[in-house]
């Protein structure tokens, strides 16, 4: 595609400052670097993409709310972290980590432990344990 080409459509990134980097051919044949501030064709994926993502939030809220799962599946959730990421962050295996989300489970850990949750998820303590929906 050549620089004259480069799209600049609209994009649900559009506020970020960044705009993507893309390369394409000038006037000389030549590859250049060009900033692109959207393609129509990607921002409906982008779109897609944050209404899936704004569901599974939701889903977390409500879940929370029904006392079925504890607040550390609506942070990660919020915080676009999957069960892996947020173990890495915690230092801890996988498995433990799920177990946490269990409302019963979730009263019983330590201070130290909440406070390290509270941390990765840039909260207060307080905010994750008063945490209701």
């Given at each position: 595609?050549?620089?004259?080409?480069?799209?600049?459509?609209?994009?649900?990134?559009?506020?970020?400052?960044?705009?993507?980097?893309?390369?394409?051919?000038?006037?000389?044949?030549?590859?250049?670097?060009?900033?692109?501030?959207?393609?129509?064709?990607?921002?409906?994926?982008?779109?897609?993409?944050?209404?899936?993502?704004?569901?599974?939030?939701?889903?977390?809220?409500?879940?929370?709310?029904?006392?079925?799962?504890?607040?550390?599946?609506?942070?990660?959730?919020?915080?676009?972290?999957?069960?892996?990421?947020?173990?890495?962050?915690?230092?801890?295996?996988?498995?433990?980590?799920?177990?946490?989300?269990?409302?019963?489970?979730?009263?019983?850990?330590?201070?130290?432990?909440?406070?390290?949750?509270?941390?990765?998820?840039?909260?207060t303590v307080a905010e994750l344990q008063n945490f209701k929906g």
């Open positions: 595609m050549k620089k004259s080409e480069v799209p600049q459509d609209d994009s649900p990134l559009k506020n970020i400052k960044s705009n993507e980097l893309v390369y394409a051919l000038d006037d000389d044949g030549k590859f250049v670097s060009v900033q692109s501030t959207g393609w129509e064709a990607k921002s409906i994926v982008q779109y897609e993409n944050l209404d899936v993502l704004d569901q599974r939030i939701q889903q977390a809220l409500n879940d929370v709310k029904a006392g079925k799962v504890s607040p550390i599946v609506y942070f990660m959730e919020l915080n676009r972290m999957d069960w892996q990421t947020l173990a890495a962050y915690m230092g801890k295996w996988t498995f433990l980590v799920k177990r946490h989300s269990k409302p019963s489970v979730f009263q019983s850990l330590s201070a130290k432990v909440l406070a390290k949750y509270a941390k990765t998820f840039g909260i």
